[in-house]
């Protein structure tokens, strides 16, 4: 999950494994979530996003799942490349489109 | 078609010192932003632009201002850089569906 140390989580997958990154949110209202990727020496780049009156969206070869209940967001990467590797943070949008930005996990793929 | 383009992208400043960040998007955006990114912490916002001509703070607006003075650019400018201030700046667009970053400008002020 998420931290707000000084060092970000870091997660290890084999190349070509399924990753799961998740992301706990800290506001109910929150009705619109994003997930970004942030290659090292770049802007975040928007990868998938999910309303709160879904649970479940799809991508290419990702997918995002929400647990109002439990203020979880994850993020799912199929069959993961090397240029997968870079960081992952989850955004929440509630109330007069205020924008939380989560702190990030570190994806490391191992050839 | 370059989407959100900041200059410069690496910036070393003297304490005191003054600059302009420049941010230009061509994207058609509204809205624009900008935030910076520190180790350990989630992109915070210094300010918003929801429109030409409008600009509001954020979370984060102490010692910045900013300028909107055309619908394609958004500037950042910091009178007297301090040691805080050292950090990576973003400037963003919103496209509706999140938002679309420049590749960001490291600045670190001694």
Not at chain 1, 17 to 23: P, V
Not at chain 2, 65 to 78: I, M, Y
Request: contains cysteine.
């Amino acid at each position: 999950g998420e931290s707000v140390g000084l060092h970000l989580p870091t997660l290890s997958v084999q190349e070509g494994d399924n990753s799961i990154i998740n992301c706990a949110y800290s506001n109910s209202a929150s009705d619109y979530f994003i997930w970004y990727k942030q290659e090292s020496g770049k802007g975040p780049q928007f990868i998938i996003d999910i309303r709160s009156n879904m649970d479940k969206r799809q991508g290419q070869r990702v997918t995002v799942l929400l647990n109002k209940t439990v203020k979880h967001l994850s993020l799912q990467i199929a069959a993961t490349q090397p240029g997968d590797s870079a960081v992952y943070f989850c955004a929440e949008i509630g109330g007069y489109q205020k924008v939380t930005f989560g702190t990030g996990t570190k994806l490391q793929v191992i050839p | 078609n370059a989407g959100v383009t900041q200059t410069p992208k690496f910036q070393v400043l003297k304490t005191g010192q003054s600059m302009t960040l420049q941010c230009a998007q061509d994207m058609n955006h509204n809205s624009m932003y900008w935030y910076r990114q520190d180790p350990g912490m989630g992109l915070r916002l210094i300010y918003y632009s929801a429109s030409e001509g409008t600009t509001d703070k954020g979370e984060v607006p102490n010692g910045y201002n900013v300028s909107r003075l055309n619908k394609r650019e958004f500037s950042l400018r910091l009178e007297s850089a301090a040691p805080s201030q050292t950090s990576v700046y973003f400037c963003a667009g919103d496209r509706g569906v999140g938002y679309t970053f420049g590749s960001g400008t490291r600045l670190t002020v001694v």
